[in-house]
């Protein structure tokens, strides 16, 4: 069965540092999604993405984050400044149009020291 | 605001029974709802969806119903086994946008 997958599965950054994390959606989706979750929170939303380019995107997602699908099959999340909030599970999920199913990767987990 | 939210945060069920986990949402806007199964250090799996045009529907031992008159969503699983044990979450999709907004999420527990 086709599955999303993310790249690492941990990173550990220093304040400061860029980071880029790395999702491989489900080949013959369109739509792409990044979320976060803190430790015990719920789930949030940062962005979405379709035909090469960010179609909606949460007030989480400032300056300091950027995506990109730099080839036909990843999909990129850089945080260019990690602060210390920015620690956090990061799942990328992909759907084959708006209103189906988003389909989650394992996730990321981000710790900024 | 806009939310989604969780009636109940622990649910202990013996093994056998059915389960209910419940979410109010307050989006009369959203037309697209999913239950995700969140099991620990894995992302959100995927379960049961339904649209507002539908006020039930089943899947494999699981059945979500839509109330729409009081926004109101729920998922029942039946016969519940241990490897339910899981926190789950409601989220909702409204008609203008592709986000899915997440539930805080209720924690099953399936004692045996």
């Known amino acids: 069965e086709p599955e999303v997958t993310q790249t690492p599965s941990h990173q550990v950054t220093q304040m400061g540092q860029e980071v880029i994390l790395r999702c491989v959606p489900i080949?013959?989706?369109?739509?792409f999604y990044w979320y976060r979750q803190i430790l015990g929170q719920k789930v949030e939303f940062l962005v979405s993405?379709?035909?090469?380019?960010?179609?909606?995107k949460s007030e989480i997602f400032d300056d300091q984050f950027s995506v990109e699908r730099p080839d036909g099959s990843n999909f990129t999340l850089k945080i260019r400044s990690t602060k210390l909030e920015d620690s956090a599970m990061y799942f990328c999920?992909?759907?084959?149009?708006?209103?189906?199913?988003?389909?989650f990767g394992p996730g990321t987990r981000l710790t900024v020291t | 605001g806009e939310s989604v939210g969780l009636h109940l945060p622990t649910l202990s069920v013996q093994e056998g029974d059915n389960s209910i986990i419940n979410c109010a949402y307050s989006?009369?806007?959203?037309?697209?709802f999913i239950w995700y199964k969140q099991e620990s250090g894995k992302g959100p799996q995927f379960i049961i969806d339904?649209?507002?045009?539908?006020d039930k529907r089943q899947g494999q031992r699981v059945t979500v119903l839509l109330n729409k008159t009081v926004k109101h969503l729920s998922l029942q699983i039946a016969a519940t086994q241990p490897g339910d044990s899981a926190v789950y979450f409601c989220?909702?999709?409204?008609?203008?946008?592709?986000?899915?907004?997440f539930g805080g999420g209720t924690r099953v527990l399936v004692k045996p």
């Open positions: 989006n009369s806007a959203s037309d697209y």
């Open positions: 999920a992909s759907s084959t149009a708006r209103t189906y199913e988003q389909y």
């Open positions: 339904i649209r507002s045009n539908m």
């Open positions: 989220a909702e999709n409204p008609t203008w946008g592709n986000k899915l907004t």
């Open positions: 993405f379709y035909n090469n380019e960010i179609s909606e």
């Open positions: 080949s013959n989706h369109l739509y």
